[in-house]
C-alpha cells in the first residue's frame, strides 16, 4: 500500500516535471521558416512545380504550376502579410519556373531517354532568434538524392556527387548569388518575421473549457477535457479527484494543436479503471488569461455525444494531426520590447521560399 502511494507521489512528480519542461519549450523565441519546391519534368520541360512552406513546422501556404495560385493554409496569415506581398510572391513563383526547368535541361542532359521523367527539388531553411537569423541552407536533390549543399554561413555551395561537379561554378556566379542572397533574405525571413511579429500582437484569448463523460464498450469511465479558441499556446490541463492531485489511470493527449484561426486546441483523457465509479473528478486548467486556475467539475451522467458530432470530431483531429506534420513545436515569442510582457507565439504565414540555383 505504501509502495503503492509512493508510486503515485513519483508518477506525479515525473508527470509534473514533464509539464514544466514542456511549457519552458514554448517559451522559446526561435523559429524556423523551410520552404520546399519539388520540380518533374524531362530535359525539355517542366511538367510539374510545387511549393510548400512551412513554419514551425506547421504548414502555412502553398503552390502549383497548375493553378499558379498561392493557397494559403492558415488564415490569418493572409492579414499578416498583406494582398501586395502575396501577390508579390505570386509572381516571382510563376518566375521561378524557368529556373526549375535550368536545371532539369542540365541535370538530365545526359540521359539518353529524353523522355524520362526525372525530380529535381529544392529546401531552403532559415531560422530566427529572437528576431535575428541565426542560420540558413539549402539542399539541392537530384531524383531523391542529395547532389549539392549551402550553409550560408559557409558561403559556398559543396557538391555531394562527383558528377555534379562540373555545375558547381554556375552556382556559384554573382547572377545565382545575388539572387538566392535576396531570395534568402526577403522571403525566408522577412516573410517569417511579419508573421512572428503579427502574431505577438494578437490579443490573448482564453479557452473554452468542456468536459464530459463516457463508458467504453469494456464498461471503463473515460473522462475528457477540451480546451480550445485560446492564446497564447501555453496552457495547462490537469486531472484532480477531491481536489488532489494523482495518477488514476491511463492518460491521453492529443498535444496542443493550431486552429484555423492562429487560437489553440488540446484535449485530454482519462480512462479510469472498472472498478472506479468516476465521481469526485474535476479538469483543472491554467492559462495565462485565467487569473487562477479553473475547475471544471466531470458531469456525473454520461454526456450524449450524437455519433456524427463524434465522427466529424475524429476528422478534424485527424486532418489537424495531418496538417502539423507531426510535432508542432511551436515556439513562443515571450517578451516584447521593454514591457517584458510576456505574449504569444504563433504560428504560420504563407508562400514558400524561394532560391534558384
Ligand atoms: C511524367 O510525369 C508526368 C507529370 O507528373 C506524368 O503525367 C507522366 O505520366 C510521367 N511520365 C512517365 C513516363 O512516367
Ligand atoms: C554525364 O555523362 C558523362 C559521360 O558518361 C559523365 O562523365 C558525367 O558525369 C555525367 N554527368 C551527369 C550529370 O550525370
Redesign the pocket.
Known amino acids: 500500500m505504501e509502495c503503492r502511494r509512493r508510486w503515485r507521489w513519483f508518477s506525479s512528480a515525473c508527470f509534473l516535471i514533464l509539464v514544466e519542461f514542456a511549457l519552458r519549450e514554448t517559451m522559446a523565441v526561435r523559429h524556423r521558416h523551410v520552404g520546399q519546391f519539388t520540380a518533374?519534368g524531362t530535359t525539355h520541360s517542366l511538367?510539374?512545380l510545387s511549393a510548400i512552406s512551412f513554419i514551425d513546422d506547421v504548414e502555412v501556404g502553398s503552390y502549383n504550376k497548375v493553378h499558379q495560385q498561392i493557397i494559403i493554409k492558415v488564415p490569418w496569415t493572409s492579414k499578416a502579410l498583406g494582398v501586395n506581398y502575396i501577390t508579390q510572391r505570386r509572381n516571382l513563383l510563376v518566375d521561378h519556373e524557368k529556373h526549375f526547368l535550368w536545371m532539369m535541361h542540365y541535370f538530365a542532359k545526359n540521359d539518353t531517354n529524353h523522355?524520362?521523367?526525372h525530380t529535381g527539388q529544392l529546401l531552403a531553411d532559415c531560422e530566427m532568434d529572437n528576431d535575428i537569423k541565426v542560420n540558413s541552407h539549402v539542399h539541392i536533390i537530384w531524383d531523391g538524392e542529395e547532389i549539392y549543399r549551402i550553409d550560408e554561413e559557409v558561403g559556398h555551395w559543396e557538391y555531394l556527387k562527383p558528377e555534379f561537379k562540373k555545375y558547381q561554378h554556375i552556382l556559384e556566379s554573382p547572377f545565382w548569388t545575388d539572387l538566392r542572397k535576396l531570395y534568402m533574405n526577403q522571403y525566408c525571413v522577412d516573410l517569417m518575421r511579419k508573421i512572428v511579429w503579427y502574431s505577438i500582437l494578437r490579443d490573448n484569448v482564453p479557452p473554452e473549457v468542456t468536459v464530459s463523460r463516457r463508458v467504453n464498450r469494456e464498461g471503463s469511465i473515460i473522462l475528457s477535457c477540451t480546451a480550445t479558441g485560446f492564446y497564447p499556446r501555453s496552457i495547462l490541463l490537469r486531472w484532480e479527484k477531491d481536489g488532489k492531485l494523482g495518477v488514476w489511470g491511463k492518460e491521453t493527449s492529443t498535444g496542443t494543436l493550431p486552429n484555423a484561426d492562429s487560437t489553440f486546441y488540446l484535449r485530454v483523457t482519462l480512462e479510469l479503471p472498472p472498478e472506479d465509479s468516476g465521481m469526485g473528478y474535476t479538469c483543472v486548467v491554467e492559462h495565462i488569461e485565467l487569473k487562477t486556475p479553473a475547475v471544471y467539475p466531470v458531469p456525473e451522467k454520461p454526456t450524449r455525444e450524437k455519433p456524427w458530432v463524434l465522427t466529424l470530431g475524429i476528422m478534424l483531429a485527424v486532418i489537424l494531426l495531418l496538417s502539423c506534420a507531426g510535432i508542432f513545436t511551436a515556439r513562443k515569442k515571450r517578451k516584447r520590447g521593454s514591457t517584458g510582457q510576456l505574449k504569444r507565439s504563433f504560428t504560420s504565414t504563407t508562400s514558400p521560399t524561394p532560391p534558384p540555383l
Open positions: 518533374v511538367l510539374e523522355d524520362r521523367n
